[in-house]
């Protein structure tokens, strides 16, 4: 069992920035995600961040979100800079561990125009 807790989200004008926290239960090796979802959208990922540190973007966040790790602190960040409305949504954490997906309870991030 992991619980994963997720922080940092609010209220922001277009072209701020937050940092989003999510912090695990336990230590992990695993590779780590942010999710997100809009009202009447899908959930859709935004972000990898593997055991090793690679990192993948999905391209509508390249360039202005930053995902990254402190494994020490059993912590995953998401840093998003330059954010746009359209970037309003519920973000969540995601993990799997021996084929079990994990998700924190997401953390709204609005980004007013």
């Known amino acids: 069992q992991v619980q994963l807790v997720e922080s940092g989200g609010g209220l922001v004008q277009a072209g701020g920035s937050l940092r989003l926290s999510c912090a695990a239960s336990?230590?992990?090796?695993?590779?780590m995600n942010w999710y997100r979802q809009a009202p009447g959208k899908e959930r859709e990922l935004v972000a990898t961040i593997s055991s090793l540190g690679y990192t993948t973007y999905a391209d509508s966040v390249k360039g202005r979100f930053t995902i990254s790790r402190d494994n020490a602190k059993n912590t995953v960040y998401l840093q998003m800079n330059s954010l746009k409305s359209e970037d309003t949504a519920v973000y969540y954490c995601n993990m799997r561990r021996l084929g079990v997906p994990y998700w924190g309870q997401g953390t709204q991030v609005t980004v007013s125009s």
């Open positions: 336990r230590s992990t090796g695993n590779a």
